[in-house]
């Protein structure tokens, strides 16, 4: 079974599974998940916790003889792997395999890993798991999920904000979970009566709003440009490498050149997208860029940017940071004269 965080809680009051497989890749999340998990399972009697953490030179001869090992007090055990962040490799799938004949009533299982996408949740090893057992997916909520994340979370805390708080939340705290959950906790604490307005907020808090440049090519590819514009300037307070996001956007244009490449021989969007292997949610953001980019204004776009590559590395009384943010207006589909950026 498959449920959110939010649910693990509830479920774990109806009764212990054998397996949780807490995957994602928002560490507060799956900390919170964790302790919840490890909460019960000392209330059933579960005193023994095994710790192993998966990489080449585990020896899984160890995992399977905590299986076995009996206690003198209790039998009972929790037995947490932790996965790496990349794919594991056949002989570690293998060996997970493996692992499900030696569990038994009296283990609880956890296996700590990264986000997976849905092709992984379907692969054997995984399935043999999540039969017995509940996944529980610790992503970080995007931007259209994260106004219900904290109205969820407020109401748990005695909060009550109003819309325009929840909004404002959001946007201070994109990105940084833990800051969230830290600052919740402070409004909890400042405001007993738990109502929450701008005013409190802006008087409590500060930013903690933190932006991935992957967050930046979801706005220039779903022509936001003021999201992008807000996304650039918090990558530039935090001294993020402008070459290397340069390149990151590189990649991204020159996917959507072949792309308009590809269709323009004739081949048919599903077809485009099961090509280059991408996801259903990423789908209809780039039907609408692949209209609104033709090749003549991608190519113009890749110009714009080797043009910032080479004034990062070479014109050092240049903008390139104000550069960036014009192309990323052009890409939006919105070119305008800026003032620089400080």
């Not at 509830?10 to 998940?33: D, M, T």
């Not at 996965?83 to 569990?103: C, E, G």
């Not at 800051?179 to 409004?187: E, N």
């Not at 269709?263 to 692949?290: V, Y």
């Amino acid at each position: 079974m498959k449920i959110n965080p939010e649910q693990l809680v509830q479920h774990l009051a109806q009764g212990l599974e054998q397996n949780y497989l807490l995957f994602g890749n928002e560490p507060l999340l799956k900390q919170e998940a964790l302790q919840a998990v490890l909460n019960e399972t000392v209330k059933q009697g579960y005193d023994e916790k095994h710790c192993f953490t998966v990489n080449n030179q585990l020896n899984w001869q160890d995992v399977y003889d905590a299986c076995q090992s009996l206690n003198l007090f209790s039998s009972s055990q929790v037995l947490i792997l932790i996965l790496p962040k990349i794919a594991i490799n056949v002989r570690q799938i293998n060996a997970l395999k493996v692992l499900v004949s030696f569990l038994h009533q009296d283990i609880v299982l956890v296996l700590d890993g990264p986000k997976l996408n849905k092709k992984q949740e379907f692969t054997q090893w995984f399935t043999l798991f999540q039969k017995n057992g509940l996944y529980v997916p610790c992503n970080t909520p995007d931007t259209r999920e994260l106004p219900c994340f904290i109205e969820n979370r407020c109401r748990k805390l005695g909060l009550k904000p109003d819309r325009a708080s929840i909004l404002l939340i959001a946007q201070w705290h994109e990105g940084n979970l833990l800051a969230l959950s830290q600052s919740l906790m402070k409004l909890q604490l400042l405001y007993p009566d738990g109502i929450l307005t701008l005013r409190r907020l802006q008087d409590a808090l500060t930013r903690h709003n933190h932006y991935t440049p992957y967050q930046l090519i979801d706005a220039l590819v779903e022509g936001k440009a003021k999201r992008a514009v807000q996304i650039i300037r918090n990558l530039q307070a935090e001294d993020v490498e402008l070459t290397l996001l340069v390149c990151v956007i590189q990649k991204e244009v020159i996917q959507l050149c072949k792309m308009q490449e590809y269709g323009t021989s004739g081949m048919g969007l599903n077809t485009l997208f099961d090509h280059f292997k991408i996801w259903q949610t990423r789908r209809s953001i780039l039907t609408a860029a692949l209209h609104r980019l033709p090749m003549s204004v991608l190519m113009i776009l890749l110009r714009q940017l080797s043009d910032i590559e080479i004034m990062v590395k070479t014109d050092f009384e240049s903008q390139p940071w104000l550069a960036l943010v014009a192309f990323s207006l052009e890409m939006c589909g919105h070119p305008v004269l800026l003032a620089p950026i400080n």
